[in-house]
């Protein structure tokens, strides 16, 4: 069986405004979630796009952090994906997403899990691993994370985060979950922090030898 | 999803209050997603990112840290010292003053007497009021960053800072925002950046009086 491979290379690139989608309400400050996935041949065979309902309590913590400029003589205690409460000060690496190929420590991140988020929520509920050694079953090829640079129409400012996700298990999967984790630092050690969670509805199913492809567009509207 | 209350009180000289306006912030700006961008995507000095700051002038940002490891970074912060008192930044030189301080007054809540209506691409108050004790000005007090808080499904912290009228005469307040800085490490420099900005409707702060300004950013899932 041929193995699915991540063709699509990273780049950044402004988004056109044509392309911004509106869903959030003036005064929100929230992300937009586009799935979409592509059979072999680059072929869309499903793509939505809806309100990500959830950033969670670490975001707030992290923006809290970094704009009061928690210093590391008097850090702040955050919750980890590992469930882990980590003291946390300001620093170069807070809100960092830019995971490479195969990490899943930061970036953003899929998995199985059914279940609401709650504004507590600190990690994805069931992992999607990556498929280190394809074909593992259950297990999805995590591309590099990319960046769609910042642009704005007459209402709406917002910047894009994207990732492939390849399906080379040999079988379908289905993605129930998107998460965003991000880094934070305190001196000489790095720990990570999930900002956003979504439940999609029904899931999305990937069958094998497609790629999903998730958009977080992070936006502002006045 | 994130969203904010903006809150104006005026106060008299003993600190009793006048007058109350709360309203929902609607104006978090292109500049905010700009910084959030350079953090998210961890952009560095050899390929920095370029944004307006408040003198709508182009500057080179990144989000790379002090040399040494503690990697500090002054990107994104809010909470800044009253009037002229200097402000540190974390960059190359963070022990240089010349170059990686900026005024407390140009960062955190400002106040402005414009009344344009506000877009995303704004880069500055359209007519801000100046920190000073002259005609027309307002002293800037520190900006504080206070009562971070959660109950799910809310969560929530405040931004406030004091503004004091002693001009002599009636200073009508009628926009706010928000300035935070960015940083170039191989400048290196440190520049302020608008992040948000609303207009009030007027609030006339008479002489030795009080403005109250708070945003209390929320999120709720």
Redesign the interface.
Known sequence: MPKAQIKLKPK?AVIKEEKIHHL?V?????AILELTVKDKDGKVTDHRVM?S?????Q???L??I????IP?VAPYSVRDTANALQDIC?????????GGIGVVTHGIIVGEGTTA????DYHIETLIDHDAAPPTAGDLQYGAVT?G??A????????T?TRNFANASGGAITVNEVALY?KA?L??LSYYFMTIRDVIGGGIAVPDGQTLTVNYR???V? | ????KLILERLDKEGRLLERKEQ???????G???L??V????IQSGAP?TINDITDTPRTVD????IG???????????AAPGHSGVFC?GKNEFDPSVMTIEGQKIGIQVGTGVVA????DIALATRIAHGRSAGELEYGGCE?IG?A?S??????T?RRYFTNASGGPITVEEVGIY?PGGDYDAPAIWAFLIARDLTGGVVVADTEILKVTYV?Q???
């Open positions: 950044l959030l003036p005064g929100e400050v929230g309100r309902k959830s950033f969670v309590r975001f707030l913590e923006l809290w970094q704009t009061y400029q590391e300001e620093s170069a690496y807070t809100f960092a997403a830019n988020p709650t504004i507590d960046f640079a910042p704005s129409d007459a209402t709406t400012s917002q910047f985060i991000v630092y001196y000489n992070l936006q502002a006045i | 999803m994130l969203t904010a929902q912030s609607r104006s978090f700006t292109l905010f997603l700009q959030l961008y953090a998210h995507a961890q990112y989000n790379q840290g002090n490891a503690r990697l500090g970074k002054s990107n994104l912060m809010i909470g974390g506000v877009t995303p691409t960053l971070i959660f799910d499904p809310d969560g929530e912290f931004i935070s950013p999120i709720t899932v």
